[in-house]
Nanobody
Framework: QVQLVESGGGSVQAGGSLTLSCAVS?????MAWFRQGPGKEREGVAR???????DYDDSVKGRFTISQDNAKNTMYLQMNSLKPEDTAMYYC?????????????????????WGQGTQVTVSS
């Protein structure tokens, strides 16, 4: 069974940077970062396939970078130029083998394993 553990959250002023990590055990087809801000629904942020195909939500495009180190079984989210509206609990998520990642996209139902979340707070 796949397990995910996020880390790297914290508090930062607007314009600052943070890097989140997600340690992965087991095998997956697609990995993604989601977030849920105060009073908001959970939304997709960035995703990456085992082949390295990338996708970003428009709200973070140009500011966030998703990457993976397969040798370390770790996925990363580099967050630059952070804004107060980026404040949220950030979750990594995985879709099972044989999932077509382009179809899964940011549909939560396709992701069957979720991490515990790491809090990011951006102040101004």
């Amino acid at each position: 069974q796949v397990q995910l553990v996020e880390s790297g959250g914290g508090s930062v002023q607007a314009g600052g940077s943070l890097t989140l990590s997600c340690a992965v055990s087991g095998y997956t087809a697609c990995m993604a970062w989601f977030r849920q801000g105060p009073g908001k629904e959970r939304e997709g942020v960035a995703r990456i396939s085992r082949r390295g195909e990338l996708d970003y939500d428009d709200s973070v495009k140009g500011r966030f970078t998703i990457s993976q180190d397969n040798a370390k079984n770790t996925m990363y989210l580099q967050m630059n130029s952070l804004k107060p509206e980026d404040t949220a609990m950030y979750y990594c998520a995985a879709a099972p083998p044989l999932t077509v990642c382009q179809i899964a996209s940011f549909r939560e139902s396709f992701y069957n394993v979720w991490g515990q979340g790491t809090q990011v707070t951006v102040s101004s």
